[in-house]
């Protein structure tokens, strides 16, 4: 019974943990070399879904600072190397679209405006599909 009791209780327990929080992606050094396009792609993926939960949550200043390192992302797509050749044509478009968008996510967390922010924050997620990999 007392063992029964522990397996139980211990359940219960590992059961109402909250999962880790996301390491914060950190800033790159502006005069960094170029890095490679997958990796860069990985980032904009991450803060991406920390820009989304930072939205949910309404953690607006997070919002704001997650935003302004997806414009710089943006700006590196830009001069990054080993890119794949489906994406070397439209990439100069596609990281411009995506540093303008970033830049308008920015401003709805600086003015906490709820609507701005869900429609950037869709358009930078459909933007950053479209940067995938593979056709």
């Known amino acids: 019974m007392n063992r029964r ?3 139980a209780l211990a359940l219960l327990i590992s059961g109402c943990m909250l999962p880790p929080e996301r390491a914060p992606v950190r800033p790159l050094a502006e005069d960094s070399p170029p890095l490679p396009y997958a990796e860069l792609l990985t980032r904009a993926r991450l803060q ?4 989304t ?9 997070d919002l704001e600072e997650t935003a302004r390192g997806l414009e710089q992302t943006a700006r590196f797509l830009n001069k990054a ?3 794949p050749e489906s994406q070397k044509k439209s990439l100069p478009e596609k990281a411009k679209a995506l540093q303008i968008e970033a830049a ?3 401003e709805a967390a600086k003015e906490k405006n709820v609507e701005a922010a869900n429609t950037s ?4 997620n ?3 599909r ?3 990999l593979t056709d």
Do not use: H, M, N, P
């Open 5 to 7: 009791l522990c397996c």
């Open 48 to 51: 991406a879904a920390s820009a």
């Open 53 to 61: 939960e930072s939205f949910y949550v309404d953690r607006w200043g």
């Open 81 to 83: 190397v080993e890119v």
């Open 104 to 106: 308008k996510l920015r």
């Open 121 to 124: 924050l869709q358009k930078i």
């Open 126 to 128: 459909l933007c950053i």
């Open 130 to 132: 479209t940067l995938r």
